[in-house]
């Protein structure tokens, strides 16, 4: 199991490694950086939006379920006549 942890260990990039990465992205992406910015704030905001959306539609269809949860209750005790006042015997 330690030759596991240490093999992770070696791919594991430290301080040096993250700044050589980060300044060869920089030659590499230099031009188009505001743009890939921009459009990962664009997917990011779209993103958003729909999970905003998703939990609308979960509430709404919660909200179907419960008023229609509560109707066959209603229907149930109309047609079987336990209204909690008909059981005075």
Not at 20 to 34: D, E, K, N, S, T
Not at 35 to 41: P, Q
Request: with cysteine; hydrophobic share 40%; aromatic share 4%.
């Amino acid at each position: 199991m330690t030759e596991y942890n240490q093999c992770l260990a070696i791919w594991t990039p430290g301080p040096l490694e993250i700044i050589i990465i980060a300044v060869i992205a920089l030659l590499l992406f230099g031009r188009r950086l505001p743009e890939i910015a921009r459009n990962l704030g664009r997917s990011l905001t779209e993103f958003k939006k729909g999970l905003h959306e998703a939990n609308q539609a979960k509430d709404e269809v919660e909200n179907d379920v419960q008023k229609a949860k509560d109707d066959i209750v209603k229907d149930i005790k109309d047609a079987t006549g336990s209204d909690n006042h008909g059981d005075k015997d």
